[in-house]
């Protein structure tokens, strides 16, 4: 990363905002401290962005606009000047708001007496048992009457409570009406009312409020009530009606001059990084190495000839500068899965380009399934098709937008997989495998070694996963000279190697033959081995030296070296010393997994196709370049098919995602990736409803000071 340092005349200040917008790769570092700038105070115009972006939120609340996702059709506006974009705005928010608010007020109307007829309906169904005229539930000069729900087992308490206090001056009655609720009517004189409050909330009566003007008996309110509610309801409708015909015909414009504000906003609230001296402004910011060029000339071309710009790496750029991710965009969902176990460090590589085949490669051993990835890959294309034209699938279904390109390999690869092994909607029963090794059967026989291969692939596959892992950081430790620890890891992955190649190429079973000083070594090959055993199986090379030699040159000499190297570095040298003298076991077998939850999949999707076979699709014989793809005689049976995709493949898919995640971010990442950096936030604007039709002026000449 660079620090660009860009000096202009202070009346540009709006030619050098727009620059760096257009730029979009300008993070802000905050100067004023250096010229001991106080804060500015905002202009008329500047208070009158913030003030008009609170209507219109209001208004886009209200009429339920999603200003946050592409408009079908984008409205030309022309910010040449904030008064230009004020001037489009007010216009804007003239037109519509004085509707918007009459239909608001109307709605609010409707419902604060729909609630109310609700009230009354309420209370007159309540008192329907007593049978008491709304009218008399009043205080008049000589009497307070209510009525009221209590608890079932204070009826009584209650009443001899009015007893006692008015001495027997008191009407009471009382009606059951559900399982420990009673309905009551009090009347007692006027002059015993705050008494009888005081025992009412004691004993958790609570009368009905009435609302005014209500009398009749309750039969009848109720009737009206309910008339009177299915009117509001239709005139509630017909408002909610016309809100969606005045969103239909002026929301592009409301989401257009809503987003020129947030822009003013923003280009506002920016100025905070901006210092200023009587005649000029400066700002700075990081930018990405390489962009310089296109940078200063973009300036130039907004700015004119009053302008300064150097470029710097300080010596807090190595502690401080963000990091900048280049990705190409069908990469950036692999890249989002990175930076959630946190953003590259300066010592660390971006493994994204290597993650964007890895994980969907590991998940495609695991979910081997032609059927169900093609499945896979229909949902991405679906997602990406619509991600390109702008269709909001909401917050939930989203992910698998923004996620498409990973869905895509995902999808490729589980179909590679299932090509391998020879699985087609769960059934092994269509596919002829092209790695007959995972066949269920060989020549009509069933294959009874198929597990322990699939077991030997998961650890190759890990063994091949991790050692990439201990390349990566040992170029890495390289390449920032950090030589100690990069013996560390060159002994790491010396030692690796070598202990691979023991398991494989001496005994896998009997660590006592690694010390034989009798017999030869066999040199593993990763994945050719695989079908033929270990040791002396045809594919491994002998090595004409025994076991012993080949354990202390390639286990024990670089296993010593370095816990020496990684002692010289106190005791986190001495930390991941340990890690690294577990990792080695622990985290190789880690990756059996695939070999599990591989052999979960077939046998539940076997389930499912053995449940009914009543209804089968066949398949003609097909070979393609003198292979058998679908061998004679293929057939798939449709309901265990259908069944066993639309529960097996969700549970297992979202299972193969989330163990193809953990083996990357436990397994792999430990190996040479840290994060702990921070991420790269440039200024950009997104335009999703407005075109700029005018760009800013350019002065003829200006003089920096």
Known sequence: MMVAKVVAHRDLERQVIVALEEFGFFEFIDVRHQVGVTELKRSRDEDAVFAGLDRYNSLVSFLKLDVHHYSATMDDVNDASLADSLEYVSTVIKSVEPEALEIEKSIATVRLELDRQRSIRDVAVSLAPLGLDLSRLTTTEYTFTTAGVVPANRVSQLEWSLNEVTEGAYAFRSIPVRKNTSVASVSVGADKKPAVLRIFSALGFEPFEVPEKTSGLPEDIVRAAEEKMVELETELKQLETRRKSVAREWGPKVMAAWETLDIERRRIEIKSYFAYTEHSLKVWGWIPEGTEERFESLLQERVGSALEVKFDRPDFAEEEAPTYLDNPSFMKTTEGVVTAYGVPSKHDLDPT???????????????????????ILLVGLVA???????????????????????????????????????????????????????????AGVANPYRSAHMLKLSIEIGALHITLGILLNLYNKLKHRSYREALVALSYVWMYLGFINLVFGVSYSTVGQWFSTTGTVYLWIPIAGIGYGTGNNGIYPMVPISPLVFTLLTFIVPFVLMAISSAKGGMDGIVIFFENAIGTISHTVSYARIFA??????????????????????????????VELIPSGAYLPVVGAVLGSIIVGMLEGLLAFMHA??????????????AGGVAFAPYHVTRLHTTKTVSVPVPQSYAVN
């Open 661 to 674: 995640l953990r083996l990357h971010f436990v397994e792999w990442f430990s190996k040479f990736y840290h």
């Open 597 to 626: 939850l591989n052999t979960v999949h077939i046998i539940l999707s076997g389930i499912f196709i053995s449940l009914n076979e009543s209804i089968v699709i066949t398949f003609s014989e097909l070979s393609i370049f003198g």
């Open 353 to 375: 380009k290597l993650m964007f085949i890895s994980f969907p490669l590991i998940f495609g051993f695991i979910f081997a399934d032609v059927g169900q990835g093609f499945l």
């Open 384 to 442: 990406w098709r619509a991600k390109r034209k702008h269709q909001n699938w909401g917050s939930t279904l989203g992910y698998l937008q923004t996620g498409a390109s990973g869905l895509m390999m995902m999808g490729l690869f589980a179909m590679l997989g299932g090509l391998l092994f020879g699985s087609f909607f769960g059934a092994e029963t269509v596919i002829e495998p092209i790695w007959p090794l995972f066949a269920h059967k060989i």
